[in-house]
């Protein structure tokens, strides 16, 4: 494939990755999916995208991509990070199949997500809409599928998926997550980033120890795990963000536990992340609303090194009561360029 060209720390647009050509037939009307795969992932300790968490020893992100192409998406639109970028497109290369179109642009500083997905502009249509997912979460198809269809529907709103909160934690070992507010129209009201989130015994609620409040959550409340679909008219808020921050290469981090729905957020030494410019958005009630798709399926993500035996058990669990299918691509039809079955 061609090479990718990188987006450095100015606002996105100067730069680009290219894709392959369009082959007949292969849905390149659908909605694209921009992946999110340049973090580094300290806390894991290595190229998480790549950790072979299926039950054949599939990498993350085959099994994203693969979920989204059983979900009716098109174009995958992966963002990497300079430096674990080659290895993830040459995995990629190598053992997705031909008929899955693929653009590759690279985000090479740690400016956050809000900048990340602005790196994969060029290679978009901006009059259509968009889904945003990280590349370490296997989200599942039911619940990909349930973005993709609003995204394909005339009512015109973002989107985020809701996943309840004991359904996205596989071991005992401490996680942050955006808990979702939600009004009676099923519209989000508020996001509150809560870290140190823990499972408690058998039916006791999640223990929230960041000092923040409440100090426990129960089982079924609706979090966000970076699954969202946009309208066009996301990408004027997005680079308006991005200069607000005076994003300068340096990088930093987002801040504590309290809303990050009304205060404006803001990522701290020019980092800017999802979050804070849709809660910004909502809290200003500018542009469009965002609704709340509520799933009940579960999401299978790693966080820390021991979660990776847990979380590929759960996958299996999955292939065996005929929650997943058992291959990749499956419902495609398609044959792998790899050994990857």
Same mark, same amino acid.
């Given at each position: 494939?061609?090479? %990718? #060209?990188?987006?450095?720390?100015?606002?996105?647009? @100067?730069?680009?990755?290219? %894709?392959?050509?369009?082959?007949?037939?292969? !849905?390149?009307?659908?909605?694209?999916?921009?992946?999110?795969?340049?973090?580094?992932?300290?806390?894991? +300790? +290595?190229?998480?995208?790549?950790?072979?968490?299926?039950?054949?020893?599939?990498?993350? =992100?085959?099994?994203?991509?693969?979920?989204?192409?059983?979900? !009716?998406?098109?174009?995958?639109?992966?963002?990497?990070?300079?430096?674990?970028?080659?290895? =993830?497109?040459?995995?990629?290369?190598?053992?997705?199949?031909?008929?899955?179109?693929?653009?590759?642009?690279?985000?090479?500083?740690?400016? !956050?997500?809000?900048?990340?997905?602005?790196?994969?502009?060029?290679?978009?249509?901006?009059?259509?809409?968009?889904?945003?997912?990280?590349?370490?979460?296997?989200?599942?198809?039911?619940?990909?599928?349930?973005?993709?269809?609003?995204?394909?529907?005339?009512?015109?709103?973002?989107?985020?998926?809701?996943?309840?909160?004991?359904?996205?934690?596989?071991?005992?070992?401490?996680?942050?997550?955006?808990?979702?507010?939600?009004?009676? %129209?099923?519209?989000? #009201?508020?996001?509150?980033?809560?870290?140190?989130?823990? $499972?408690?015994?058998?039916?006791?609620?999640?223990?929230?120890?960041?000092? /923040?409040?409440?100090?426990?959550?129960?089982?079924?409340?609706?979090?966000?795990?970076?699954?969202?679909?946009?309208?066009?008219?996301?990408?004027?808020?997005?680079?308006?963000?991005?200069?607000? @921050? /005076?994003?300068?290469?340096?990088?930093?981090?987002?801040?504590?536990?309290?809303?990050? =729905?009304?205060?404006?957020? !803001?990522?701290?030494?020019?980092?800017?992340?999802?979050?804070?410019?849709?809660?910004?958005?909502? #809290?200003?009630? %500018?542009?469009?609303?965002? $609704?709340?798709?509520?799933?009940?399926?579960? @999401?299978? +993500?790693?966080?820390?090194?021991?979660?990776?035996?847990?979380?590929?058990?759960?996958?299996?669990?999955?292939?065996?009561?005929?929650?997943?299918?058992? $291959?990749?691509?499956?419902?495609?039809?398609?044959?792998?360029?790899?050994?990857?079955?």
């Amino acid at each position: 494939m061609p090479d %990718t #060209a990188p987006v450095g720390p100015n606002p996105p647009g @100067s730069g680009s990755g290219r %894709t392959r050509p369009n082959p007949p037939g292969s !849905g390149g009307s659908a909605v694209p999916l921009v992946v999110l795969a340049a973090g580094l992932a300290r806390r894991y +300790g +290595g190229c998480k995208p790549l950790a072979p968490l299926g039950p054949s020893g599939e990498a993350v =992100i085959d099994l994203v991509a693969s979920d989204a192409m059983a979900a !009716g998406f098109g174009r995958v639109v992966l963002v990497l990070h300079p430096e674990s970028g080659p290895a =993830i497109r040459y995995h990629v290369e190598r053992c997705w199949p031909e008929h899955v179109q693929v653009g590759f642009a690279v985000q090479s500083a740690p400016l !956050g997500t809000a900048h990340a997905v602005l790196a994969a502009r060029p290679l978009l249509d901006g009059s259509r809409p968009f889904a945003v997912a990280n590349a370490d979460d296997v989200y599942g198809i039911s619940a990909m599928s349930a973005l993709r269809c609003h995204l394909d529907g005339s009512a015109g709103e973002h989107a985020l998926v809701g996943f309840p909160l004991a359904g996205t934690v596989v071991t005992d070992q401490p996680v942050t997550r955006g808990v979702c507010a939600i009004d009676p %129209t099923g519209l989000l #009201a508020g996001l509150s980033e809560r870290r140190q989130v823990r $499972r408690g015994a058998a039916e006791a609620p999640f223990a929230v120890n960041d000092g /923040g409040s409440p100090s426990d959550l129960a089982g079924d409340t609706p979090v966000s795990l970076n699954l969202w679909g946009y309208q066009p008219s996301i990408w004027g808020l997005l680079e308006e963000a991005v200069r607000r @921050s /005076g994003a300068s290469g340096t990088g930093g981090t987002s801040g504590s536990s309290s809303s990050i =729905i009304n205060g404006g957020g !803001g990522g701290g030494g020019g980092e800017v992340l999802l979050p804070d410019v849709v809660g910004t958005m909502v #809290a200003a009630g %500018t542009d469009r609303p965002v $609704r709340v798709l509520q799933v009940s399926s579960r @999401s299978v +993500g790693v966080t820390h090194p021991g979660d990776l035996d847990v979380a590929r058990a759960v996958l299996a669990r999955q292939v065996a009561f005929g929650e997943r299918p058992a $291959r990749l691509w499956e419902p495609t039809g398609a044959t792998s360029r790899s050994a990857l079955r």
